[in-house]
């Protein structure tokens, strides 16, 4: 009876843990689509498509930043190897390059944290997201993959 217990217990324990490992990948893929859509907001205004709007910009900037606090916990290494759904998945670079990834994820805190109330109009984010996106950019050449 007590290995019974046992052999549930330790079952039960394991699917947790996939769970929990499918949970984080849901979550990362969420904010990065976040990000997807707040990005694309922003360059909508840029390419004159709708208009400048502050309180969108502010969004995008809070969500940017959250995501640049929550990057070094959203690739733990119980994920390492798996397959996400959609048309992107991880490198293994993530991993084996961990000083590069902290490297591009400081760099993209700090562009953020530069951008701070700098952006006041159409012409300053003109001026500010190309430098944001191009740190979005940087890891994503690096560190993501399209699935063939």
């Known amino acids: ?17 996939v769970m929990a490992q499918q949970d984080q990948v849901k979550d990362t893929q969420a904010m990065m689509k976040g990000n997807g859509k707040n990005a694309g907001a922003l360059a909508a205004m840029i390419k004159g498509e709708k208009p400048y709007d502050q309180a969108t910009v502010d969004a995008a900037l809070a969500q940017f930043a959250d995501t640049a606090k929550k990057l070094p916990t959203l690739f733990p290494d119980s994920i390492k ?22 490297e591009h994820i400081a760099s993209f805190a700090k562009v953020l944290d530069d951008s701070k109330g700098k952006i006041k109009d159409l012409d300053s984010l003109k001026a500010t997201l190309p430098v944001i996106g191009k740190q979005c950019g940087g890891c994503h050449e690096t560190y993501r993959i399209k699935k063939s």
């Open 81 to 102: 190897g798996k397959t996400f759904d959609g048309d992107y998945n991880t490198t293994d670079k993530i991993w084996s390059d961990k000083a590069g990834f902290d």
């Open 1 to 17: 009876m007590m290995r019974t217990v046992a052999i549930a217990t330790t079952l039960l324990l394991a699917a947790g843990a």
